[in-house]
Nanobody, 123 residues
């Protein structure tokens, strides 16, 4: 599976961005997809995940009410709508394919990763 993430950019605090992640290759193997982010000097942290079948979603407490994960199965694409952005949301955002159903928040449970897209929120 190949993952291509895009949609990052520079936005002012309070603004919005939508990230997209297109999957190609063995997409029939996708059971869930997630978004993670990594700020400079910090560990990679879970942002949101979505089940491919049924569409159940999970969001980190830090983004609940502001970010929404969604997917388009026909396009093999997962999205992250980010509203009310804050400077602390600045990071490289990665999409990833889950290996098997387990702890959605653990990067180790994901086996394919996109290249990352930079989101910068200015104050």
């Amino acid at each position: 599976v190949q993952l291509q993430a895009y949609g990052g950019g520079l936005v002012q605090a309070g603004g919005s961005l939508r990230l997209s992640c297109a999957a190609s290759g063995r997409t029939f193997s996708i059971i869930a997809m997630g978004w993670f982010r990594q700020a400079p000097g910090k560990e990679r942290e879970f942002v949101a995940a979505i089940r491919w079948s049924g569409g159940g979603t999970y969001h980190a407490d830090s983004v609940k009410g502001r970010f929404t994960i969604s997917r388009d199965n026909a396009k093999n694409t997962v999205y992250l709508q980010m509203n009310s952005l804050k400077p602390e949301d600045t990071a490289v955002y990665y999409c990833a394919k889950m290996r098997y159903y387990s702890d959605y928040t653990s990067p180790g449970n994901y086996d394919y990763w996109g290249q990352g897209t930079l989101v910068t929120v200015s104050s």
